[in-house]
């Protein structure tokens, strides 16, 4: 027992080294997701050769594949929540026929495209592996009372009270105690007997916003209806706060926020706007988790930088992944090549430790558009080494992909990736 205290205990300090900007035993790892064609590539070339240590399966998740792969921490569970919404409607189900989208009773089974057509006028085209590939087609919240935005008579007015209608009468409430006593033994007893982190998420809502709205609709509002913006924001409040005390409830030191709210290159609201609208619920939600005595970051794919001030003194949070080393723009202005980049990834890491190393925490930077699809395994080994290396030093460094395992991925490449992280995570 004693033993597997332990190794317990080496999980968490780790990680607490890390999140207080100090050296750790050991880089840390963490991955988002292994996708589906890559896990059963896995599976049925590797499984028979799994030994007990690889095997990760617990009471809050599989996570047998993403260890194997060489990671010690994963996101892809939380803390639960009620929500009370007396006003919403069932979903409703189209699926396509001669080329046409009819609503349909029920989903046919093996079904594999199909529109989910919800409550708030939102349509999403659901398509392969259930990842939403085309958001809020039709029907977006700004039509309707409101009318069109490009329309002289818009009424911002009428698109809040359309949201005011749909979302107003929304609640959320947490569970009773021992839902959230059950979910930290089981946090405990997946870190005792797997050496493994589940880091909990905590539920965001710009990017939410931005996609009820769609783009245009979205950057219109910032610039000329704040007020439709801010609205939008205090319907969410009731569920963001929920999700993080629920989340600060059951005790996890570590979780995250996924919010993309960033492109290559750019990001899809100015600084001044993000510091505006959005950072003051984001510090409700900091402030709840660090009273809990946890930590929490941020996720987003894209050229995140201009938001990272607003994060560390607006937010609070604690860190950013993914770090995406190919939407990057250094100072000498450098942006992205062709083919495998196998420089860039460990010069990002390396400015941003210079510029936030010491108030920031840094998870991701291997680059998953180029050196993980299209290099050689002796390339990939090449530069896991250049970002350990590069992010290591002082702490504040998780090792990570910077975003999902793709279909894209040869396995050899995780191999490679893998094997290297082990060799050189350790640098004293």
């Avoid at 690889?54 to 921490?73: M, N, R, V």
């Avoid at 007020?227 to 939008?232: F, P, T, Y």
Wanted: with cysteine; hydrophobic share 35%.
């Amino acid at each position: 027992m004693f033993f597997e205290t332990k190794l317990m205990m080496d999980i968490l300090e780790r990680w607490q080294k890390t999140f207080n900007h100090e050296e750790p035993d050991y880089v840390s790892s963490f991955v988002q997701a292994v996708m589906a064609s890559r896990q059963k590539i896995i599976d049925e070339h590797y499984s028979d050769n799994f030994t007990e240590e690889d095997l990760c399966i617990t009471p809050l998740g599989d996570y047998t594949i993403k260890k194997w792969c060489g990671f010690e921490s994963s996101w892809g569970t939380g803390a639960p929540y009620k929500v009370i919404h007396p006003d919403r409607l069932p979903s409703k189900y189209q699926v396509e026929k001669n080329g046409k989208w009819e609503f349909v009773d029920n989903l046919p089974a093996n079904i594999t495209r199909y529109r989910v057509v919800s409550n708030e006028g939102h349509i999403s085209e659901v398509m392969g592996d259930n990842r939403d590939i085309n958001f809020y087609v039709e029907g977006n919240l700004y039509v309707g009372p409101g009318g069109a935005i490009d329309q002289e008579d818009y009424d911002a007015k009428a698109t809040m009270d359309l949201w005011t209608q749909r979302l107003g009468n929304r609640k959320a409430e947490l569970l009773e105690d021992a839902t959230y006593d059950r979910i930290h033994k089981d946090y405990i007893k997946t870190i005792q007997d797997h050496k493994f982190l589940p880091l909990f998420g905590v539920s965001g809502f710009v990017e939410s916003i931005r996609e009820s709205f769609g783009i245009k609709a979205y950057s219109r509002f910032l610039r000329k209806n704040p007020e439709v913006i801010q609205h939008a924001v205090d319907l969410h409040e009731p569920t963001i706060l929920a999700s993080a005390k629920a989340t600060a409830k059951a005790e996890i030191p570590f979780c995250v926020t996924a919010d993309d709210i960033a492109y290559k290159h750019n990001v899809f609201c100015s600084p001044k706007h993000y510091k505006q609208f959005f950072s003051p619920l984001y510090r409700k939600v900091a402030d709840i988790i660090h009273k809990a005595g946890g930590k929490i970051f941020f996720h987003s794919d894209g050229y995140t930088e201009p938001y990272f001030d607003t994060w560390i003194n607006d937010c609070r949070y604690d860190g950013q992944e993914s770090l995406e080393p190919q939407a990057w723009i250094l100072p000498d202005g450098e942006g992205t090549g062709k083919g495998a980049n196998l420089e860039k990834p460990g010069r990002v890491i390396r400015y941003l430790k210079e510029q936030y190393g010491d108030r920031f925490v840094l998870l991701g930077n291997m680059d998953m558009s180029t050196v993980m699809p299209l290099a050689t395994p002796a390339e990939v080994g090449q530069v896991t080494k250049d970002i350990i290396q590069s992010g290591a030093p002082g702490g504040g460094f998780v090792f990570a992909c910077c975003t999902d395992i793709t279909d894209a991925t040869p396995i050899e490449n995780v191999i490679a990736m893998r094997e290297a992280y082990h060799k050189f995570r350790i640098l004293k």
